[in-house]
């Protein structure tokens, strides 16, 4: 007897699915659409020159040691992690009620905020849009969330925003959800609201009395500048709003391995903090006790150093310069070989991905026939282009639409 006997396999993930089938595959002009991870013109992992700078640096340092970080994190990281999303001059900062949590890269921040919520405040519903990155459900579900459900986000028809679902899936909402709202650069759409739409958004929100947990994976990565990827947590943290935002250093300081992220938390009044504080050191406590230092050391070193700081925005602006580049040259090709439909939405998309407009089976046969590996959902990551590759992928595409 095996108290594992009856146990049912899961479902795969499809992402690391399609990675592995990636790898396995041998044909010469195989492209890697699916991966969310940079990739130089050479189809390269890319490792900042300012993280092996800081690195270099921190291994000389001999005053560092092995020993814990307390449960909340290396503060001074958290610190300016949290200065970093909401701007020197955030109200919220000047009056010392926003605070960061060291956590374990986006996902673990989501997860710490998430539960949190759902085990501290007793929320029970929480609100997705539709689609989003694939990761939201499980994490908030597992977090002890009862109910998820989706507020409308993409139209299919136009590809771009459904503005008009979207506020009435908020205006619908029970008091007290939890609405999980993308920073900047939406996975997997690329298409984020304008202006206008977040202050009709943040005011529904104010009106119906709900939560808005941000999701900040790609500050700097989206238009290339720090300010302006976080322009939309800050007019909700200058309209008054308590919130919560989960910051990745995965893919604007490119460590995605290391763990690296923060959750910033917004409150109404400083009195508030230690009580808050208090139960997310429980939380953190029952769940992975204290988190890794090494990637929140890197940053710090970055960030608290003038010169080094602009050397990352430098490295920034290289990766969001290429992806641009590279919308604008697929957008190119399908155009002059004259693939079926309009393409301007390759490039009025912003951030690493796009939502291409191929359905399920045309992104299959992309797979299947051309080796050219996306989602089914029919999300490229724009990281996987090359000038190399670009002319290959547009002809794929074209193949499979005609
Ligand atoms: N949120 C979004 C929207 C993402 O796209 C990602 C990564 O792809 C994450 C969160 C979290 O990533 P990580 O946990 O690697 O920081």
Redo the contacts with the bound molecule.
């Keep these: 007897m095996s108290w594992f006997a009856d146990l049912e396999q899961g479902p795969p993930i499809e992402v690391f699915a399609l990675m592995k089938q990636f790898a396995d595959d041998d044909f010469p002009q195989k492209v890697n659409l699916g991966a969310?991870a940079y990739r130089t013109d050479e189809g390269k992992p890319w490792v900042l020159p300012v993280v092996r700078t800081a690195e270099k640096a921190l291994a000389n340092d001999e005053t560092l040691n092995k020993e814990y970080l307390p449960i909340l994190g290396f503060e001074a990281f958290s610190t300016l992690s949290t200065r970093m999303l909401l701007g020197d001059d955030s109200p919220a900062l000047k009056e010392n009620r926003a605070f960061g949590v060291q956590c374990l890269?986006?996902?673990?921040s989501?997860r710490v905020g998430a539960e949190f919520l759902a085990t501290k405040l007793g929320k029970t519903v929480f609100y997705y849009s539709k689609p989003t990155?694939e990761?939201h459900r499980l994490v908030f579900l597992s977090a002890g969330f009862k109910e998820a459900r989706e507020y409308r986000y993409w139209d299919a028809q136009k590809r771009g925003l459904d503005i008009a679902g979207f506020l009435q899936d908020l205006k619908d909402a029970p008091e007290g959800a939890v609405i999980i709202l993308?920073a900047c650069a939406h996975?997997p759409t690329g298409c984020d609201p304008t202006r206008e739409q977040w202050a009709q958004i943040a005011s529904v929100i104010k009106e119906k009395k709900l939560f808005a947990f941000f999701?900040s994976?790609y500050q700097g990565f989206a238009s290339g500048d720090l300010d302006r990827d976080a322009w939309t947590v800050r007019y909700f943290v200058q309209e008054g709003f308590e919130l919560f935002c989960?910051q990745?250093y995965?893919k604007n300081f490119g460590l995605?391995n290391e763990r690296t992220?923060n959750l910033s938390v917004v409150l109404k009044s400083p009195k508030e903090i230690p009580a808050v504080k208090s139960q997310i050191t429980l939380i953190v406590r029952g769940m992975y006790s204290n988190p890794p230092s090494h990637g929140a050391r890197i940053v710090n070193h970055v960030l608290s150093n003038n010169e080094l700081f602009d050397q990352w925005r430098s490295n920034i602006k290289t990766m969001s310069s290429r992806i641009i580049d590279m919308r604008k040259r697929l957008r190119e090709e399908l155009e002059r070989l004259g693939a079926p439909g309009t393409w301007n939405h390759i490039t009025e998309q912003i951030g690493m991905f796009s939502y291409t407009g191929l359905n399920a089976e045309q992104s299959q046969h992309m797979v299947k026939m051309h080796h050219v590996y996306m989602l089914s959902s029919g999300r490229i990551s724009m990281c996987g282009l090359t000038h190399s590759n670009v002319e290959y992928v547009a002809k794929s595409i074209k193949e499979t639409l005609t």
């Design positions: 969310g890269s986006g996902t673990g989501l990155w990761n993308h996975n999701d994976a989960a990745s995965a995605y992220g």
